[in-house]
């Protein structure tokens, strides 16, 4: 059985005017701060579970941490990266260049 592999082409969404480009940027800002806010609020009930030496379960800690905080940040980071290339920034923008600025000085 032979299967012929989909001839690789550019992705049509970024062949738009500069308009549309920077909708997209502003659209991706957006998915950005929701993710960021997810995050957060992931983020907090790891600190409230650690906090609460009575109910403390450590295995939903763990799971909160490495399932949910971490892939959100790991998702944080790709959305970033995307942005920059649209010509924006992100909260993730201005901490790596305040980090990069200090490992400098």
């Known amino acids: 059985m032979n299967v012929e592999q989909p001839s690789h082409r550019s992705a049509p969404l970024l062949k738009g ?4 480009v920077v909708k997209l940027r ?9 993710v960021s806010l997810a995050h ?4 907090i009930c790891i600190e ?3 906090g ?3 109910d403390f379960n450590p295995e939903m800690a763990h799971v909160l941490r490495r ?7 790991f998702q ?10 649209l010509g924006g920034t992100t909260a ?14």
Not at 26 to 34: C, G, I, P, T, Y
């Open 76 to 85: 944080l980071e790709v959305l970033t990266k995307v942005i920059e290339r």
């Open 26 to 34: 502003k659209r991706l800002e957006d998915v950005f701060r929701n």
């Open 67 to 73: 399932c949910a905080a971490d892939r959100l940040y």
């Open 40 to 43: 957060d609020v992931v983020a």
């Open 92 to 105: 993730l923008s201005d901490a790596e260049a305040a980090t990069v600025g200090r490992a400098i000085a």
């Open 52 to 54: 609460n030496t009575g």
């Open 17 to 20: 005017s500069e308009e549309q």
């Open 48 to 50: 409230l579970s650690e």
